[in-house]
T-cell receptor, first 112, second 114 residues
Framework: DAGVTQSPTHLIKTRGQQVTLRCSPKSGHDTVSWYQQALGQGPQFIFQYYEEEERQRGNFPDRFSGHQFPNYSSELNVNALLLGDSALYLC???????????FGPGTRLTVT | EDQVTQSPEALRLQEGESSSLNCSYTVSGLRGLFWYRQDPGKGPEFLFTLYSAGEEKEKERLKATLTKKESFLHITAPKPEDSATYLCAVQAGGSTGANSKLTFGKGITLSVRP
């Protein structure tokens, strides 16, 4: 039973560019949440998707957007990258109604 | 606004030296308090969920406890392989949905020397 998977593992982008990160939830999970973790900090909630709709959003600008597909996989898009967007981006999944969120290995984004 | 504060920021122990990690929280209507373990460059790994004051859970050398204001992660006779960052998070109940966001603390970096 595969856990949460994320791609790519690492990514290097230049300021002003756009990036797309991908997440496949654990089998049987239909809710996907995205978190940003800066170095030395705890993860910060970006948004959550369920039934292909954004259900909750944290304190992140509109440059951060997402999508969920019918197979429950999800994408995180970041436009107009800033140096401060450099972080580990984590995807977490859970079945709706279950509180425990299971995390993927993350995508390390470096903006130069 | 939900808040989580973890202390100390870092902890160095000798193998076999037991200790406790603290997580203080404020949340409007606690649905659950979570402990995760995170190894460098990896995603958080779920350890425990606690739902109400007085609840305790154990797994190998780890024991988590919960009061109305804080949680402790007790580590008994730690081994070098217990070295990691331990994250505490809270989830509030509410009408926004059954899978509310997690609010994390900054984590506690534990190093266990052989």
């Amino acid at each position: 039973d595969a856990g949460v998977t994320q791609s790519p593992t690492h990514l290097i982008k230049t300021r002003g560019q756009q990036v797309t990160l991908r997440c496949s939830p654990k089998s049987g999970h239909d809710t996907v949440s995205w978190y940003q973790q800066a170095l030395g900090q705890g993860p910060q909630f970006i948004f959550q998707y369920y039934e292909e709709e954004e259900r909750q959003r944290g304190n992140f600008p509109d440059r951060f957007s997402g999508h969920q597909f019918p197979n429950y996989s999800s994408e995180l898009n970041v436009n107009a990258l800033l140096l401060g967007d450099s972080a580990l981006y984590l995807c977490a999944s859970s079945p709706i109604g279950a509180p425990i969120q299971h995390f993927g290995p993350g995508t390390r984004l470096t903006v130069t | 606004e939900d808040q989580v504060t973890q202390s100390p920021e870092a902890l160095r122990l000798q193998e076999g030296e037991s200790s406790s990690l603290n997580c203080s929280y404020t949340v409007s209507g606690l649905r659950g308090l979570f402990w995760y373990r995170q190894d460098p460059g990896k995603g958080p790994e779920f350890l425990f969920t606690l739902y109400s004051a007085g609840e305790e859970k154990e797994k190998e050398r780890l024991k988590a406890t919960l009061t109305k204001k804080e949680s402790f992660l007790h580590i008994t006779a730690p081994k070098p392989e217990d070295s990691a960052t331990y994250l505490c998070a809270v989830q509030a109940g509410g009408s926004t949905g059954a899978n509310s966001k997690l609010t994390f603390g900054k984590g506690i970096t534990l190093s266990v020397r052989p």
